[in-house]
């Protein structure tokens, strides 16, 4: 759960569920508060998602980056709003960046006090059979002590009309980043495989 700060008392949470487990796409809920957080509205359904999602929040607008697309093709996206979340606009962010099903590997999303957003985003640098997932075998490595084979490359985008629009996405990292690396738990879970950023006025840090 992720919490969005808007004007005044207002605060919103932010999460991903549906009642079916395992599967994709999945549904993002929000609940808000204009009391701050005292008491809260009936969740709301306001988007659906292919993988996990990152929120950010600066001077009453709330920013959700999350996946749109299908099985095969898939698209970072940034959902916007400024009335705390009466209405939303979304924009493609990743460009001509291919993104492959993999919801276990979720992007950075941070807003700078004058309303520049920073996105820093995973993905795969070999598509190869054996690193193409999909549903089916996405649900059996869930319970397998799995190590990634798969390599990595990170882009960076930024915003600075308030997420209307996303410039090209730049690569990051020199050399590609082993899957292998990505620090296990349980033997599965990647708990240090999700991205962060955070954002000035003058400069974005890549985390």
């Known amino acids: ?12 949470l932010v999460w991903v569920w549906d009642a079916v487990p395992w599967t994709w796409p999945r549904t993002v809920w929000m609940a808000s508060s204009s009391d701050g957080g005292t008491t809260f509205g009936e969740p709301t359904p306001i988007l659906e998602t292919w993988g996990s999602i990152n929120t950010t929040s600066a001077n009453g607008t709330f920013a959700i980056a999350y996946r749109v697309g299908d099985e095969n093709n898939q698209q970072l996206a940034v959902a916007t709003t400024s009335d705390n979340g009466q209405t939303w606009t979304s924009t493609i962010t990743s460009g001509d960046v291919p993104l492959y099903f993999d919801p276990d ?44 084979p798969c390599t990595y490359n990170v882009y960076y985008t930024s915003s600075s009309d308030g997420g209307l629009s996303f410039a090209e996405p730049i690569q990051l990292n020199q050399q590609p980043i082993h899957g292998d690396d990505f620090a296990r738990f349980e033997g599965d879970s990647q708990p240090g495989s999700h991205l962060a950023v955070a954002s000035g006025d003058e400069f974005a840090y890549p985390i």
């Open 105 to 148: 590997k979720g992007p950075g999303i941070g807003m700078s006090p004058d309303n520049t957003i920073d996105l820093v985003f995973y993905t795969k640098d070999n598509p190869a059979a054996n690193c193409t997932l999909t549903i089916e075998s996405w649900q059996q490595i869930q319970f397998e002590d799995w190590v990634d």
């Open 1 to 12: 759960i992720q919490v969005l700060f808007g004007d005044g008392n207002n605060v919103s």
